[in-house]
């Protein structure tokens, strides 16, 4: 299936707007928003989704993740005193835990919540140890 280039988004309520508002998309570039009352000319390829009244909002950023570790808080233990140094010996007993597959694991949940919660942009730290 060929993929268009043209986005309708429908049914969405944008911030501070009363209503249900349309947003065209074509090329990656916002070509129109309007009120749902409004008609709307695109092409007949164009991939149409129907935001279902949520709120369309621009994406957040997380600017520092490392999918190696997400997810392992209180494995095998808490950091009590929640000093670095204490961080690092709970790392250390996690560490040894590890397999791909945990590490595979965590890590595809952990995007998988970022893309619910909007987050389109990441900027991964991960260790790799050969």
Known sequence: MMHSS????????LQGK???????IH???FTAIE???AALSYPENTQVIDG???M???PFCEPHIHLD??????EPSWNISGTLFEGI???AERKALLSIEDVKSRAKQTLKLQMVFNMLELMLMCRIQR
């Open 56 to 58: 369309a909002m621009a």
């Open 27 to 29: 090329d990656g570039k």
């Open 6 to 13: 043209n986005m309708l988004i429908t049914n969405v309520t």
């Open 52 to 54: 279902e009244k949520g």
């Open 69 to 74: 570790t997400t997810q392992t808080a209180g």
């Open 18 to 24: 009363e209503g249900l508002y349309q947003i065209l």
């Open 35 to 37: 009120p749902m009352a």
């Open 89 to 91: 010996e709970r790392w």
